[in-house]
DNA sequence: TAGATTGTTAATCGATTAACAATC
DNA sequence: TAGATTGTTAATCGATTAACAATC
């Protein structure tokens, strides 16, 4: 391909297909214009005409967009026309609030897998799934063809974790541990560490409150 | 101020102090170089050396970083330097796992009330919090001093309790609703939206598997 | 000292925005 | 048609990187 699309608005059509849905969900509305959708996200109704421009001509001058083509659209370019498996390792209180989330099969995830090396948890069932032992991820992963992972175990195993989730196959891992992970070419990590957020915020507050 | 620092500059401050105390703790290690830094962190050592000069000069040449010297500094930086109470509102499976995280606390943000409007889970206790009735909010936030708080309910709900916490003087939130909210200038809002994160992944994975 | 590393400058790279012809 | 909105270009803005003098 001649340039690679920015990962920065790669990170940006997701929000743009979460509005879109819930346009249609809460309003019924069928069509919409960069500038309403612009102005529902706070950002300029430029970058989402220059964003989608990468990928094509989704819309009508004069008249906007068809949301429910857009949505087709955003679906196919994240490859989201199908369902993706999802391995979750760790069964903490973190695991099981991810694994009852009913917002991950709506969107196209769906929680295979639940793996922790507890023994006190291996063998518990969260939902309708019976948490597996961690030992058995390498034989378990390829066989079910999962290649992303959710990763809700402490920081000092989370390193060694994903090494193996790596050598099973998974090129996609969400984690949610406290680290920085090191993973090799073509697989990709993405992070949710809700202190490294707050903490950031904190910049902004003034020091003298409380 | 002659020019406000990128917020992306202070979004790797608690990346940097997150990996320096790590080092502290797993290592031992006491100085470090921006190199050191850089390819634990997977990034450029000129980056790191640049974003730390907009604070001042912290290191010495030939010799690298203090590391603890280092810790205090972005510790000021943020105003991480008292405890922040926080307010959670939601009592969900995942208002749980959050008021059951032991890493708030540990890196400077106490959980100190939760709130949720089902009477089924009001009066219910989560570790040593009982959980309010939300319509309690505007008194106990101001009360309180809370400027600080992580939503935890549901998307249809989160903007009407965003304007609730702003009313009662909260300009940090947290969300892990799936929806972009609306606040007004000084409010800062950071979000943790999983499937938006699997979503941007997908992406990169061959549309072919599984 | 010799080697190492910082802090900073200037160059490069990349992303956002403003503006507008095209056109529905 | 007149009004609205797209897709795109060029300009602007901002962030990253490379390089190196300063210096520990």
């Known amino acids: 391909m001649d340039h690679a699309i920015p990962d920065i608005v790669i990170g940006r059509l997701p929000v743009y ?21 612009a102005e529902r996200l706070g950002m300029s109704s430029a970058q989402i005409r220059k964003d989608f421009s990468h990928f094509g001509e989704f819309g009508k001058q004069g008249t ?10 955003l679906t196919e370019i994240l490859n989201l026309t199908h369902e993706w498996p999802v391995a979750l390792v ?42 597996q032992d961690a030992a058995t991820l390498e034989t378990t992963l390829p066989a079910r063809g999962i290649a992303v992972a959710i ?5 000092d195993a989370a390193q060694e974790t994903v090494d193996r ?14 680290v ?15 202190v490294v957020q707050l903490q950031q915020m904190a910049y902004y507050l003034s020091p003298t409150i409380p």
Chains 1, 2 share one sequence.
Do not use: W
Not at 22 to 32: N, P
Not at 64 to 73: F, S
Not at 97 to 114: D, E, H, M, N
């Open 17 to 37: 297909l979460r509005e879109l849905e819930r346009m249609v969900r809460d309003a019924g509305k069928t069509t919409t214009s960069s500038h309403e959708l």
């Open 64 to 73: 906007g967009y068809h949301i429910h083509y857009l949505i087709d659209r």
């Open 90 to 131: 760790g069964a903490g209180f973190l695991g099981h609030a991810l694994a009852s989330y009913r917002g991950f099969q709506r969107r196209g995830f769906v929680i295979t897998c639940v793996f922790d090396n507890d023994p006190t948890k291996i063998g518990k069932t969260i939902g309708d799934l019976v948490v």
């Open 151 to 155: 990763l809700a175990v402490p920081a």
């Open 165 to 178: 989730l790596v050598a099973a196959g998974v090129r996609a891992i969400l984690s949610y541990a406290p």
């Open 180 to 194: 920085s992970l090191t993973v090799p070419p073509g697989v990709h990590v993405s992070y949710s560490d809700p």
